[in-house]
């Protein structure tokens, strides 16, 4: 068939609508037109449920449209679905790679189900291989991959037989930063090179940026399209920094900035303060910050068109606070709060695999400590320790004041812990998993009425209370599983990459409650893949094979990545320097 002339995706007042059992309506897409042009790289953004899967499940030809026109590579995809999915690529957010087949094996799989000859494999598994740099781990089981190798054989599988289209659906959630830039240099590869088409949503905005052509979706709705350059205008001259206070970090200063009705975005940047503001960019009154003005990224146009949605349309309610006093504790500096977690040459074998090595560190309470590493570098087997999950190879381990190698059932009852994959019960809806959780904690009659009427109010679950838990959004998912892991209000709680694929907005939201919680003396874990994240802890630990790099505070994790090239890193400059550093073989740094 011969290539299509004009753009390679051209949608014209697409709508969707899905009808929930419960009798619920859902307009996931509302009126949507764009386009894709031939050999560019193309974006979908936008919140949780704005309609970015929908419509690249709609591209593939994997559902129907409700109405509009749609055509793809010259092809009606409601016409003849099977034309359209014969020649694109797709890579939904789980890909369905084949666990117990090893890297080959999976290639191969995927090439006799779309036929391809032997003479194009010959041809496209060398250079898939290089691409990848999957060649040396050919003979490796899938899943004993980490995250980043399972994501790039994944893009691997999808591109098996050549696809003049490739549609990418958020492929780098869950991925370290090393990965993501890996995986993100054969994107543009891919676009650059071969000229193939890419359409590809995505949850970090950095990445956004980076393409030619953004499509901003909320409820259904195109909010903006055209060259990320116009989303990024819409915050010029309204963009500044600010430095906090002395003595406060950059996170305890925020709340005071997001109080204030012209601010629309607050949020930490490599130890100063981020700040987009609405209507006068004037400065405050004298005496206060000092705001200088600062270049306009695209995350803080998005802000923008986000606050301008939400005022047209009615906004996001504000989050209720959590109801219970601050412990005494709470009001101590961090540097004189006792330990409540106390790690001494931590050791976890599986067999002859050591998969946590010797590592040491203590966290405070009410302290926000982030754990950092790429996939595979030991972070969920220390936190499955630390909660209690999995037994310790060797070394101490105390938690709440409780030696967890000789009984872990006396601080379960403290403990919170969010997964990377959060056991909900996807044939209950929101309302009874949180019923389920709050008998699993103990929580009865009155108490459990009112902690389970918390949670709907704090996490924003009310419009999906009876959808079923196996329905719900990514989003959605990660709410109820930090609501449930709070619902019997613990003193530590353990987050592991509680955010990954959650979208900008919610992200801040995440954030606000995990700030609240430290302020009111709950301890907190966390791990994360999005580097500017990190800038809310108070201490972080970057490990890779087991083993702690490097540990300080933010600042301090900063200055390792500093270079005579580049003066002002950022975390995610930080983080690939020690990582790359301790590969390379001299002995790892230490932050002061």
Known sequence: MAAAAGPVIRGRGLGKTFHRKTGETVQALDEVSFEVAAGSLTALVGPDGGGKTTLIRLVAGLMGLDRGEL??????????????????????????????????????????????????????????????????????????????????????????????????????????????????????????????????????????ERCEHVVVLRQGKVLAQGPPAQVRALAAGRTFLTTPPAGQSAREALAGFLDDPAVIDASPDGGRIRIVRDGSPAPPSPGAAVLEPATARFEDGFMMLLQAAAQRGGGVPTPAAEPSPPPPAATASPERREPVVEVRDLVRRFGAFVAVDQISFDVRRGEIFGLLGPNGAGKTTTFRMLCGLLSASGGTLRVAGADLRRGAASARQKIGYVAQKFSLYGQLSVEENLDFFASAYGLHGERRRERIAWAMTQFELGPVAHQLGGQLAGGYTQRLAMAAALLHQPQILFLDEATSGADPLARREFWGRITDLARQGVTIIVTTHFMAEAEYCDRIAILDSGRVLAEGAPAEIRALGRTAANPEPTMEDAFIAVIEQARAGPAPRQAA
């Open 71 to 208: 055509t793809v590579l010259g092809v009606d995809v409601g016409a003849d679905p099977q034309a359209v999915q014969d020649r694109i690529g797709y890579m939904p957010q789980k890909f369905g790679l084949y666990e117990d087949l090893t890297v080959q094996e999976n290639l191969d799989l995927y090439a006799d189900l779309h036929g391809v000859p032997a003479a194009d494999r010959r041809r496209q598994y060398p250079q898939l291989m290089e691409m990848t740099a999957l060649e040396p781990f050919t003979r490796r089981l899938a899943g004993q991959l980490s995250g980043g190798m399972k994501q790039k054989l994944g893009l691997a599988c999808t591109l098996v037989r050549a696809p003049a289209l490739l549609l990418l659906d958020e492929p780098t959630v869950g991925v370290d930063p090393l990965s993501r830039r890996e995986l993100w240099d054969i994107i543009d590869a891919l676009v650059r090179d071969q000229g193939l088409p890419v359409l590809l949503s995505t949850a970090y905005l950095d990445e956004a």
